[in-house]
């Protein structure tokens, strides 16, 4: 919606996990976060944006960013209740587009988006790198993603060029008790538990579909990307099942935390096709251990192009200089 409202969330958690501690990433700090914050909102401003809506969080990360900048757009606090989970990024994100925004800047990694995405899949969406594995969300000056996002929010941008703005994959899983979705991964871990916070165990691997598989990320997605690799804009994702007689592949599953992988198949999966995930296991969503599955039990995971319309912030600026958009009145 072209109205100059912005949403943005914090997630104040991303990027202190545990799985930082087990490997070798460094810790994103609240007063980094904030930093972040303040030049989004600096650079949204600068391109129009009227109103920016933030949410109150235990730590006051976005609202201390702002409250001595002196903005001239309007800054709204969203209170709810809060759970410290991903349901506040849900109900965030609800209240936002209750308040008829359509522009959305998130700050986490794989597993805030994907809350972002069980609450509103139709957003446009700017997402910031904070958390530990990101494949998802991009390492881009906040500056100029604000002034991309204060574009969009202004209704600057072309609703149609997908090399600017264009739907990403989302991963379906159908449970016997549950439907969720994911971003990048869906894996099928054995002998692991739901709420595991540690990085994943190689040996416990099953299998894992992959909307992307990258060969420059971390995670699951380099896992596929250094033997058939699948980017985001391509219309497929990526089945892989393991085996422990199989040959290897060493892929680093966290930052600087290398693991052998033995895969035995690799298989290009096409849009809509169901596919099977048996139990007994744990299913692993973007990292995030969330389903369990008993014995005997089956879940489907299918992969569909109907995610939020991601902003492509290098190609925006490019076309809003190209059309003119960012020169002077004359």
């Not at 903005?71 to 849900?90: G, K, M, R």
């Not at 991964?185 to 692991?192: F, I, K, S």
Request: aromatic share 4%; glycine share 10%; with cysteine.
């Amino acid at each position: 919606m072209s109205n100059g409202k912005l949403g943005l969330v914090v997630n104040p958690m991303s990027g202190r996990d545990v799985r930082r501690l087990a490997a070798r990433a460094t810790n994103m700090t609240h007063e980094a976060k904030r930093d972040i914050v303040a030049r989004v909102a600096a650079g949204a401003e600068a391109l129009g944006v009227t109103d920016i809506y933030i949410t109150r969080e235990p730590f006051r990360i976005a609202s201390m960013a702002l409250e001595h900048m002196g903005l001239n757009a309007n800054v709204h606090t969203i209170e709810h209740a809060l759970e410290n989970d991903a349901a506040d990024t849900e109900r965030t994100v609800a209240a936002f587009r209750e308040a008829g925004g359509g522009t959305f800047v998130s700050l986490g990694g794989d597993g805030t988006n994907r809350a972002v995405v069980r609450a509103w899949p139709d957003v446009d969406l700017v997402p910031l790198s904070t958390g530990t594995n990101n494949v998802f969300p991009v390492l881009v000056e906040p500056t100029v993603a604000g002034m991309v996002a204060g574009l969009n929010a202004c209704g600057r941008l072309p609703e149609d060029d997908l090399t600017i703005k264009r739907r990403v994959k989302v991963l379906h899983v159908k449970t016997p008790r549950q439907t969720d979705v994911g971003l990048i991964d869906a894996v099928l871990l054995r002998d692991d538990h739901v709420g595991n916070l540690l990085p994943f165990d190689a040996d416990k691997i099953v299998q894992l579909l992959l909307t992307r598989a990258e060969p420059s990320s971390i995670g699951m997605s380099p896992i596929g990307g250094l033997l058939h690799p699948v980017y985001a804009e391509d219309d497929e994702g990526l089945f892989i099942v393991t085996d422990p007689e199989s040959p290897a592949v060493k892929a680093p599953l966290s930052p600087g935390l290398f693991r052998d992988v033995h895969v035995s198949s690799v298989q290009p999966m096409a849009f809509d096709v169901a596919v099977p995930f048996r139990g007994p296991g744990v299913i692993a969503l973007d990292g995030d251990r969330d389903i369990r599955l008993r014995e005997g039990e089956t879940a489907t995971v299918t992969i569909r192009r109907d995610g939020p319309r991601v902003i492509d912030v290098e190609a925006a600026m490019r076309w809003a200089v190209g059309a003119g958009i960012m020169a002077p009145d004359s």
